[in-house]
Every structure is written in structure tokens, then in C-alpha cells.
């Protein structure tokens, strides 16, 4: 006789054996770890395409916290993690903040690996808020000076700066920096010497002393020396964080005249008549008088360290050349010459003997004019 087992048996048995599996625990998943993975490739890029150097990167994923990258970033960055949404920002003095968004998809499971995402980051320049003040200059020479004139070399090329003329003469120049670059000034006319002496018999020079003052905003630099005619300045000048130019008068550079630090005699020979000379036709009614024999004064210039005693001024005069009368008057070294007054029927030369050699300093042959010493 076969036994059946009953109905409420085997509900029995299948409920218990479905209990057991319910009670039976699922495998875990093992998390994918994303340490040494690069979640973003980031390139940097300037206003030109070129990659920009220099620039604070920082990021955070998952609208988490920002993470800065431990060092300045030269063009191509790597933002370490895994899956997840990340906010990039970039930032450079001189250029506008950058910011981006990227999807960075999760790793696959079977191998845990990210898929990197590339993205490129243009950064525009930064736009000055105002509009910035010009670099002033002050020029202060000695007392009396005039004639001082700075030229600019700028990334917009060479100008000739205005001065603006004061109580105390034209010491006031300003220059607009409107774009970053290498900027240079060239003051020419500086006063190279004050006055002259003589000790021992030879010719020596008071150096004149100079002022350089260089204003821009809360900057300021001052240069200060003697005997030089000719002063270069040399600066750069960059974008601040907001993009207004910003010249950096710590690191200017200042180098005088070439001439006064070759070692090459100072300052060089120059023979100035004193007073004007004026050229007419002989049948001028100024011309007709009787010639009277009239001093000319010319103002002569000797390198430092001449002995007077080897000084000349020589002038031509009735077909051969006369030596003048030389004396150091208030500081100066004056030569007189003695020349009839109109000089008629013949050239008018003059030069200076110094050390032996010879400086032309004025020479007209024509010998049809009428030339007039007029008192000054």
C-alpha cells in the first residue's frame, strides 16, 4: 500500500525550505576604489590659445566641499577621483575667474576603472574696472637747467613725451600704460656738470646733481645722481587682479649715459659763440659804417681734467689765424675774439685747440657777405 504524504505536509516542508532561503544572506558588492585614477584632464588656455601658466586650480565633486590642487598649474592639469559631478574654477592674476562643469561617469564594475574626461578652459583677460592714472614723471635738475626731454619706448612704440610746464619749467611728464610689456624711458639733457674750476692749473668739474621721481598710484620710486647727461630706465609692466596695468617700479633698472662710464673723455670739446651773428649783403645800410674792432666771446667746453694751459681758440682775421684771450669767468671758460664790426670781405672760422688738436667750430668761406656782431 503506498503512503501519499498529505496536502498540509508539503505546504509544511515549501514553507519552511523558502524561510531558509529568505534567512540566507546576499553577497556584497566589493566598492571600486578610485585612488590613482584621474577624473578630469584640464587644459588651460590663454586669450591667444597658448597654454597659460601660473594659474590656482580648485574643485569639488558632488557640490562637496572645494579642494584646491597642491600647486600651480603650467597648461595641463590633473583632477584626481571617480565617478561623480565635478565643478572646476581657475584662477590668475590679470584674468578673469574661469569656471566649468563636467559629468564624470561612474567606473565600470567589472574593471573599476574611470573614464577620464578631457576639457579645456579659455581664460579671458581681466577688464580694469576704471580707468587707471598715467605714470607720472619728475625730472628736478639743477636750478636753471632746461631742456630736458623723455622719450618712451612702449609695447605701442617710441613717442616723444610732453612736458607740462610749472613755476619751476618743464619737469612733469606722464605716460599712459595701456598694455603690458617692456616699457623704457630715455631722459636726455640732464645737467652733466654745474660749474667749472681750475687747481694746479687743470680743469675740473662740479658734477651736477639730478632727481628722478616715478609716481604710479601708491608707488613710488626715486633715483637721485650726478654727471649724467643721459639716464635709461627700464620697467615692466603686468596686469593686477583686476586687470589695471601695474608697472613694477621695484625691479626698474636705471643706467646713465654710456659716455660718462666708458671711460671716454667728459664732457666732449664745444666752442658756442656768445651773443647772435646775423649775415647780410655787403650793401646793407648796417654795413656801410666803419668797421670798429669788436670783442666776441666763446663760450669753450674741455674734457675734465685738461690743463688750461693747453687751451685755444684760434679765429681766422686778415689771412691768418689769431689766438683769443681765454679766462675762466664765474664758473665758465670764456675765449674772446677780436673781429671787426661789420667783418667785410672776408670768411668768418673759428676753433678750438685742445691739447694739440683741432675743433672747428663755426666756418663761413664766403667772403662776399657782410657779417654783424650785434651787441646781445
Known sequence: MKVYPSVSLLVLLLG??????????????????????????????????????????????????????????????????GGGGYEIRAEKPGYQTGETAVIVPAAIPETCEVTTQAVTLQMALAECPITPDPLTIQVKPAVGVEGVAVTAVTPNGRDTLACEADANGCQTFHLLLDKSGNYQLILDGLPGYRTLSVVDGVIAYDPAPYTVVLGYGAQSRTLTGANANRLTLDFAVAPDEVGCPLPNLRGLTAVPDPDLTTGDPYPPVSVDQQGPLIMTDPLADECQGEPVVTPVDFAVTVPSGTRLADVALVYWLDGAWQEGVCRVTNGRLLCTAQFPNPLLGQPYAVKAVVNGEEYISTQLPFDTLCILFPSP
Open 16 to 81: 519552511g525550505w523558502l524561510a531558509a532561503c529568505a534567512a540566507a544572506p546576499s553577497p556584497t558588492p566589493v566598492p571600486c576604489d578610485d585612488a590613482g585614477q584621474t577624473a578630469v584632464s584640464l587644459t588651460l588656455l590663454d586669450e591667444n590659445d597658448a597654454p597659460l601658466d601660473r594659474v590656482q586650480v580648485s574643485y569639488r565633486v558632488n557640490g562637496g566641499g572645494w579642494q584646491d590642487l597642491p600647486e600651480r598649474v603650467n597648461g595641463r592639469a590633473r583632477i584626481p577621483g
